[in-house]
């Protein structure tokens, strides 16, 4: 079903448009390098399901130091490309292939909407990342995540569509190249089919969904609602993927 993609000369944005007109499936695996052992990370990515086309690695409190050991380790097992997913300027390692340049839209802490990004120049100037600006959206998944307790914000709840539409569309008019509906890490409840449906009616870039999805029926839902990039971290720990 869904095709591996390579890293190669290509831009990693590049290859993601390429994919989603040719309509194959893009599947991430996001991993929290702070709960990581080098041990454990070597036995999951052994274990990397085959229709796996690129790696996140990120968390809302890891240090520089932990995603870097992480990153580097992943790079030395698979030839997927490795994005960066911070949750601080200060995770930033040059050692990874891109970073998903986040702005957390659904949030009025302008700390997570544009401070951090300022703090994380010199660190991208000094690298050869491929910064890929992403529309970071929370969406209530049923319990408070790390994100909304670090960043102090609030999920946007999953009944106000119209809201979440106009977020994701405020992302788009405002230059961002993705936008990432995100549930949280372990949600109870994943990011609804009607509001995939709603945001890919509405905008003209990719989509990205994660958070709480936990089966492949799921998985399947999510593609079929207009996710071009669907993200698991979670449920892959525990074995469901």
């Known amino acids: 079903m869904i095709e591996k993609l390579a890293h190669s000369g290509t831009s990693i944005y590049s290859a993601l448009l390429k994919s989603i007109e040719a309509e194959k499936p893009l599947f991430a695996i996001l991993f929290d390098p702070e709960e990581l052992s080098e041990t454990l990370l070597t036995q999951q990515l052994s274990k990397l399901p085959v229709f796996t086309t690129h790696i996140l690695v990120g968390g809302s409190t890891a240090t520089q130091a932990q995603t870097q050991v992480a990153v580097n380790l992943i790079k030395q097992k698979t030839s997927l490309p490795v994005l960066l997913f911070p949750g601080d300027y200060r995770q930033i390692t040059a050692e990874a292939d891109g970073i998903l340049f986040l702005s957390l839209l659904s949030g009025e802490n ?72 995100e549930a949280g890490s372990g949600a109870l409840n994943p990011v609804s089919v009607e509001i995939i449906q709603a945001v890919k009616d509405a905008i003209s870039i990719p989509l990205i969904v994660g958070g709480g999805i936990r089966s492949q029926s799921k998985l399947e839902a999510i593609y079929a609602a207009g996710a071009d990039l669907v993200v698991v971290g979670t449920a892959f720990e525990k074995g469901d993927f």
């Open 110 to 181: 302008p700390e997570y909407l544009i401070r951090q990004q300022i703090q994380s120049v010199g660190k991208l100037r000094a690298s050869a990342l491929e910064i890929i600006p992403t529309g970071y959206i929370l969406i209530d998944g049923g319990k408070q995540t790390t994100v909304e307790r670090v960043s102090q914000t609030q999920a946007i709840p999953q009944e106000m569509v119209q809201r979440i539409v106009d977020t994701a569309l405020a992302g788009e008019y405002s230059g961002k190249k993705l936008i990432y509906l």
